[in-house]
T-cell receptor, first 114, second 114 residues
Framework: NAGVTQTPKFQVLKTGQSMTLQCAQDMNHEYMSWYRQDPGMGLRLIHYSVGAGITDQGEVPNGYNVSRSTTEDFPLRLLSAAPSQTSVYFC?????????????FGPGTRLTVL | QKEVEQDPGPLSVPEGAIVSLNCTYSNSAFQYFMWYRQYSRKGPELLMYTYSSGNKEDGRFTAQVDKSSKYISLFIRDSQPSDSATYLCAMSSDRGSTLGRLYFGRGTQLTVWP
């Protein structure tokens, strides 16, 4: 099993550009989520999904879109990048939304918006 | 007030020392308490998980939860240089709007020197 994979590893954008961060898992997990990690702020939940076709907002959803057409993939779209979105983005997955299920994190995407 | 508070450190100790890491929280609905370890430029990985109050031991690691004080701790005995990482506490509940969401502390950066 590859676990949770994320691409790209690094990305530099200009203000106003759009892009999609990719996340995939091969563990047949229903629950997937996106976090951003900023210095001094910890990880904050952006969006999450409890299964294909079902998504919901987390703590900091503004400026981001998600969709979930398959169990395996959960892409995160930045519609019009802003410098405030400079961060490290982590995707995570778990068997279900039950907090007793371990969440597995991907290696992260480091995004810089100029 | 942030939901979860964690002293970011940094914490620097000699090999063999006992390390104590702590978090406090404000939401009494939290029932699931986790500690994640994050090596530099990697994704977080689950270290320990505790449900409700009490202690849990796993090798050199002990997690304690005191719900009456809204305080959790992670103790590392006989610390090793390989324990050098950032330690993140995280919490969740199985009810209401916080179901399945992980709320993270800022993380404590630990260095164990030989």
């Amino acid at each position: 099993n590859a676990g949770v994979t994320q691409t790209p590893k690094f990305q530099v954008l200009k203000t106003g550009q759009s892009m999609t961060l990719q996340c995939a898992q091969d563990m047949n997990h229903e629950y997937m989520s996106w976090y951003r990690q900023d210095p001094g702020m910890g990880l904050r939940l952006i969006h999450y999904s409890v299964g294909a076709g079902i998504t919901d907002q987390g703590e900091v959803p503004n400026g981001y879109n998600v969709s979930r057409s398959t169990t395996e993939d959960f892409p995160l779209r930045l519609l019009s990048a802003a410098p405030s979105q400079t961060s490290v983005y982590f995707c995570a997955s778990s068997y279900s939304i039950n907090p007793a299920d371990t969440q597995y994190f991907g290696p992260g995407t480091r995004l810089t918006v100029l | 007030q942030k939901e979860v508070e964690q002293d970011p450190g940094p914490l620097s100790v000699p090999e063999g020392a006992i390390v104590s890491l702590n978090c406090t929280y404000s939401n009494s609905a939290f029932q699931y308490f986790m500690w994640y370890r994050q090596y530099s430029r990697k994704g977080p990985e689950l270290l320990m998980y505790t449900y409700s109050s009490g202690n849990k031991e796993d090798g050199r690691f002990t997690a304690q939860v005191d719900k009456s004080s809204k305080y959790i701790s992670l103790f590392i005995r006989d610390s090793q240089p390989s324990d050098s990482a950032t330690y993140l506490c995280a919490m969740s509940s199985d009810r209401g709007s916080t179901l399945g969401r992980l709320y993270f502390g800022r993380g404590t950066q630990l260095t164990v020197w030989p």
